[in-house]
């Protein structure tokens, strides 16, 4: 008599436990495996209920009250009992383990315009300033991997010769790339269109291996940027059709937009734009 009402008693306190502990953790598995053991003809068998008993103390102690103090502690251990599974996004708006990829690599790095040729303009962002503040922190960051930088200006200048033609000013940009035998091109750049609600960033190529090149910027700088994905493109600027190495032209985003105007002139957004395109150019390296 008194064993079986303290079985009774066991079996209500397990019960209990199994279907309102479980609920608030989201263990719903724990409650298909206890009823799966109440129901199993094994669990049933043998020694009248025995079984079912120790199948229902084992699954309280290892699959119920196991998992709730690991997550009471801390989830200290991320065995695979934990529900929460958290799965590291690589890039993002940190950095990325570049495994040393870009050392002893040799990249020119191309702010776009300067000098007498402030480029687009348009809600107080100036294109030159944008392209060369962003620039200098993607040369900082290619440097503390290793890589040998070569940047076509470091200051608000004319990279040709005072009067010199666009033509002139713009292959002594290549002539610089094919002087150093860069391996990669980067040139950086800041959009404009007559419509002002027209945002995100693209990325320019000319051909063969630099379209490789162009996919893994213009998603690593997506990711790092949270920038409206316009894509990647074959074109035929001046830079990238005169350059012998792959090379690439980023279009960061659009002055016209005032959102995004906003953010080109802001350090931090800056440095995530530097940040993506470094991103892209390790994983570009990683892959080839
Ligand atoms: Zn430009």
Do not use: C, W
């Amino acid at each position: 008599m008194y064993s079986k009402k303290l079985m009774s008693y066991t079996l209500l306190l397990l019960m209990m436990f199994t279907f309102f502990l479980p609920a608030a953790v989201t263990q719903a598995a724990s409650i298909d495996s206890v009823l799966g053991a109440m129901t199993s003809p094994t669990a049933a068998s043998g020694d009248g209920g025995g079984g079912l008993l120790n199948s229902l103390f084992s699954l309280l102690f290892d699959k119920i009250l196991g998992p709730i103090f690991n997550i009471f502690s801390g989830g200290g251990s991320s065995g695979g009992s934990s529900p929460v599974k958290i799965t590291p996004q690589p890039g993002g708006s940190g950095t990325i383990t570049d495994n040393g990829v870009l050392r002893g690599k040799v990249i020119v790095v191309d702010p776009g315009h300067g000098g007498n040729n402030p480029g687009a303009t348009g809600n107080g962002s100036i294109e030159a300033a944008n392209n060369l503040a962003v620039g200098l922190k993607l040369r900082d960051k290619l440097q503390q991997a290793g890589a040998k930088v070569y940047m076509t200006r470091e200051t608000d200048r004319n990279v040709a010769p005072v009067g010199s033609t666009l033509g002139e000013e713009l292959q002594a940009r290549v002539d610089l790339a094919e002087s150093k035998g860069a391996d990669l091109f980067v040139s950086v750049h800041s959009n404009d269109n007559p419509d002002p609600k027209i945002a995100g960033a693209m990325t320019f190529y000319s051909s063969g291996k630099s379209s490789k090149l162009a996919s893994e910027v213009q998603s690593a700088l997506v990711q790092a940027t949270g920038a409206a994905n316009k894509g990647t493109s074959s074109a035929t600027f001046y830079v990238l059709r005169n350059t012998t190495m792959p090379s690439i032209l980023v279009e960061m985003g659009f002055v016209s937009n005032p959102q995004e105007a906003a953010k080109l002139n802001d350090n931090s957004y800056r440095n995530k734009v530097a940040q993506g395109v470094f991103n892209g150019l390790v994983q570009y390296f990683q892959k080839s």
